[in-house]
């Protein structure tokens, strides 16, 4: 069954002709004609009493109401993606990382609503794992997110690098690694420290410089909160290892500082990285990545970057 069968089917019980259908439809009389009878042969009955009108049979009754609806229903998701492709989509689904949605995005955010007002955004803070899923599930349209080789290699993704930061340790500013410009490894692990959830780009990070470095940290506290991190840090003796976006905030807290940390060398593993860093990714889907609203708003992200790091990052990652 086919639609255009469906519509022919419609053409000849309003008009009561065939020759007045196909010239509604813009086909032959002889194409309406094969087109009744493949519609009529998978449905095993006859459509039409042929006479000097054609009329409805049983068959072609019981027919009617549903080939309307199923008719409606292809003109309307139709129109709906002819509007997509168009830029005419109601929303626009984003998920980012808390550091990006607090310091990141707001400008960015401010200028899609002036061009396309049209269009609802919708932002949801999440951590990089679930920003993910929720894209692979069709449920945001847009992921800013920390790196994931292992869940952004399909081949429907599209990955941007938008910046790579450095890891830096938060502690209360009377902690005894405030001693240290650049904190080394083995004073770090002497000290508890809290670190995010599972589901966060962060924790995994960390598992994976510990353990190509053959380092054990002493997590004592999982958190999902930056305000969180920043309130047990500042009791006392607990450190975090956190990204410099993550720290623009302690500028501002008298109880709190921030310092490097030491690049790790490893003589025996030319590859492995000396400077905990972590990179920023701007994450779509290919058939995305190509709608109108859609498209500016990455144009915005892109813009955005070059702006960002001069402001926020700067020349850290070379100091």
Not at 57 to 85: F, M, N, S, Y
Not at 118 to 129: E, H, P
Not at 262 to 270: H, M, R, V
Request: one cysteine or more; charged letters at 20%; a neutral charge.
């Amino acid at each position: 069954m086919r639609i255009e069968q469906l519509q022919a089917f419609l053409a000849i019980a309003d008009t009561g002709s065939f020759g007045q259908a196909a010239s509604q439809c813009g086909i032959t009389q002889s194409t309406i004609s094969r087109q009744i009878q493949a519609l009529e042969g998978n449905l095993g009955a006859l459509l039409f009493h042929r006479s000097t009108q054609a009329k409805l049979t049983v068959a072609g009754e019981k027919l009617l109401p549903r080939a309307k609806k199923i008719c409606q229903e292809w003109a309307t998701v139709g129109q709906e993606i002819k509007d997509l492709q168009a830029g005419k989509q109601p929303e626009l689904c984003v998920a980012a990382i808390h550091s990006v949605c607090s310091h990141f995005l707001p400008p960015i955010l401010q200028q899609f609503c002036l061009d396309y007002p049209q269009v609802q955004l919708r932002v949801t803070a999440l951590g990089s794992d679930r920003a993910l899923k929720v894209l692979r599930d069709g449920l945001v349209d847009i992921a800013i997110v920390m790196n994931n080789r292992f869940l952004t290699t399909s081949p429907e993704m599209t990955v941007d690098l938008l910046y790579e930061e450095k890891i830096d340790v938060l502690m209360s500013v009377n902690h005894p690694l405030t001693d240290y410009d650049q904190v080394p490894h083995t004073e770090l692990i002497k000290y508890p420290q809290v670190v995010f959830k599972d589901g966060y780009g962060m924790q995994r990070l960390l598992q994976e410089w510990c353990s190509i470095h053959n380092l054990s940290i002493n997590a004592v506290m999982e958190l999902n909160t930056l305000d969180a991190f920043r309130g047990v840090v500042r009791q006392g003796e607990i450190i975090a290892l956190l990204p410099e976006t993550a720290l623009i905030e302690t500028k501002k807290d008298n109880s709190l500082t921030v310092r490097s940390l030491a690049p790790i060398s490893d003589e025996f593993n030319q590859k492995s990285p000396t400077l905990l860093t972590r990179q920023v990714v701007l994450v779509s889907t290919s058939d995305r990545i190509n709608i109108p609203p859609i498209a500016h708003f990455c144009h915005l992200v892109r813009q955005g970057v070059t702006r960002f790091n001069e402001q926020t990052i700067g020349n850290s990652l070379s100091a």
